[in-house]
């Protein structure tokens, strides 16, 4: 007994030392691929204690102090939100501990690379404590993460249109017939992917016998955000290219489509509703799955763009260093006593983690409303909606400014 019990003890002990390891190891190689894993556990531990926390809370007094008890949608909104808060503050102290980083000579680059075991701790400390805070509190973050979630999408647009100029330019200063001709391929690809997306939405979303008028408005209006892209890109006044307008026209095409499908499951011009009737535990995963790797995406590749807030002296070539550096030249550059500049903004990209940590929170609770289905369903409800057909509008608005505002301000760069 006496030897399995230091046999296991001594296992244990390996394990955590292994981990501990692991997780140093990413962190000195890559620390935004640790802070990643980070983040979508909170997602997870989140999406967790939406399905189960729901009782505990109920019999906590100074989060149950109702005179009449809510409904359990409250209470798993209200555990989504505290767990969110807890992420958001991490973040966002780090955020302001990295504030003007601009050397790896700093003090403070050791503490964003390093010091995983303790950062874990705090973390976890952090979303804890959120259990004992009032629910004025929780009430006032709910409606700030409204904001910040605006905020984020913004973010997100902002980064698919630096993405879809700077493909556009790439290829063409390559400046062969090879590389014209695969814009053009490209181009016509998106043009028909949207044509025949745009398709299927009439077919999904506008079910005949049924007054469908709003969501035919949608479907009209961006098929008529897809020719305006197209008509301004082609115009001789502007200097643009088919690419990025049919990249964005696509891009549009999807968000409409996931304004539309975010509609409550019992609307009778959701025509996807027959077979989202059923959610298994499979598919609610899935749905999970799918929006923790879309946040993280977008928070590193806006945590690294130089172009969306880097430090002044910081190399636009450092954000496209890769996640992890497998080669031995960058390991032994790396250990040269040399300062260096920052390859990107520690305390934006920060910054952006508490951002995605309201917009994923607005996510999870189908934007905190407690209606419906959004206790069971992801991302489903008539503020998800609008707030999909809003970020449209501010993706066609913010291309054709891009197009339009070298020609109005020829003096001024953009």
């Known amino acids: 007994m006496w030897a399995a019990s230091c046999l296991a003890s001594c296992c244990a002990a390996c394990a955590c030392e292994a981990c501990r390891t692991a997780v140093g190891s990413i962190g000195r190689r890559s620390a935004r691929i640790a802070y990643c894993g980070l983040f979508a556990l909170s997602l997870f531990a989140s999406w967790a204690l939406r399905e189960v926390a729901a009782p505990l809370l109920q019999s906590i007094p100074w989060i149950n102090h109702f005179h009449k008890t809510p409904d359990r949608e409250w209470f ?101 017939q090879f590389w014209y001709m ?52 082609l115009h001789p006044k502007i200097n643009g290219s088919l690419l990025p307008a049919s990249v964005i026209a696509l891009y549009c095409t999807y968000l409409c489509y996931s304004g539309l499908s975010s509609e409550p499951r019992d609307y009778e011009c959701n025509g996807l509703h027959n077979h989202s009737k059923a959610v298994s535990t499979g598919s609610l995963t899935l749905g999970l799955l799918t929006t923790v790797l879309s946040v993280v995406y977008s928070a590193v590749r806006a945590g690294s763009s130089a172009t969306v807030l880097s430090p002044p002296d910081s190399p636009r070539a450092g954000a496209d260093k890769p996640l992890l550096p497998f080669s031995k030249a960058d390991e032994q550059e790396d250990k040269k006593d040399v300062p260096k500049p920052v390859t990107y903004s520690y305390s934006f990209f920060h910054l952006i983690f508490s951002l995605a940590s309201m917009y994923s929170a607005m996510l999870l609770t189908g934007w905190s409303t407690s209606v419906g289905e959004s206790g069971k369903l992801i991302d489903v409800g008539w503020p998800s909606v609008w707030v999909r057909i809003a970020t449209q509008w501010a993706t066609a608005g913010l291309y054709i400014w891009s197009l339009v505002a070298p020609v109005l301000f020829p003096d001024r760069e953009f």
């Open 76 to 176: 798993e909104t209200d555990a989504v939100l505290r767990v969110s808060l807890g992420n958001f503050l991490f973040f966002t102290i780090l955020a302001v501990i990295m504030a003007g980083i601009k050397d790896q000579k700093d003090p403070r680059d050791k503490i964003h690379h390093g010091g995983w075991m303790a950062k874990i701790f705090c973390w976890a400390v952090i979303v804890f404590l959120m259990f004992f805070v009032p629910n004025g509190v929780v009430s006032f973050y709910e409606s700030l993460s409204k904001f910040g979630s605006g905020l984020f999408l913004l973010v997100q647009v902002v980064l698919l249109l630096d993405f879809v100029h700077g493909w556009n330019e790439n290829w063409v200063a390559k400046d062969e």
């Open 182 to 233: 695969a814009l053009l391929v490209v181009s016509v690809v998106c043009y028909i992917a949207t044509l025949s997306f745009s398709g299927l939405l009439f077919h999904w979303f506008t079910p005949s016998g049924h007054d469908c008028g709003l969501n035919l408005f949608f479907i009209v209006f961006t098929l008529i955000l897809v020719f305006v892209f197209a008509i301004v890109a």
